[in-house]
């Protein structure tokens, strides 16, 4: 079982900042990738930004200069700095998370329960 958790977020007025931390834990063997998505109201959830086991690092065009992910890969956590937030931003941010299982050494791709991010104009 591989559970993942996210903190941080709430509310924010145009141009501040926050944080968010994406925990992953449970039978985890090794983690290749994390990520973090956001889903308006209305709108199909869509990538933010993902780091994989490497390293290396997307982001989506609309964030590109303005969020920063970076990772604690000892303690299989992930973080997302936003920085210079629009009201465009607003949208429940989830984490996701995939890897090898330390049980059956099977893959798993599993999901936080996500967490408000609200941008006032």
């Known amino acids: 079982q591989v559970r993942v958790v996210e903190s941080g977020g709430g509310l924010v007025q145009a141009g501040g900042s926050l944080g968010l931390s994406c925990e992953a834990s449970g039978s985890i063997f090794s983690i290749i990738f994390m990520g973090w998505y956001r889903q308006a109201p209305g709108k199909e959830r869509e990538l933010v930004a993902t780091v994989n086991r490497g390293g290396a690092i997307t982001y989506a065009d609309s964030v590109k200069g303005r969020f920063t992910i970076s990772r604690d890969v000892a303690m299989n956590t992930v973080y997302l700095q936003m920085n210079n937030l629009k009201p465009e931003d607003t949208a429940v941010y989830y984490c996701?998370?995939?890897?090898?299982?330390?049980?059956?050494?099977?893959?798993?791709?599993?999901w936080g329960q996500g967490t408000q991010v609200t941008v006032s104009s």
């Open positions: 996701n998370s995939r890897g090898l299982s330390s049980l059956n050494y099977r893959p798993f791709d599993e």
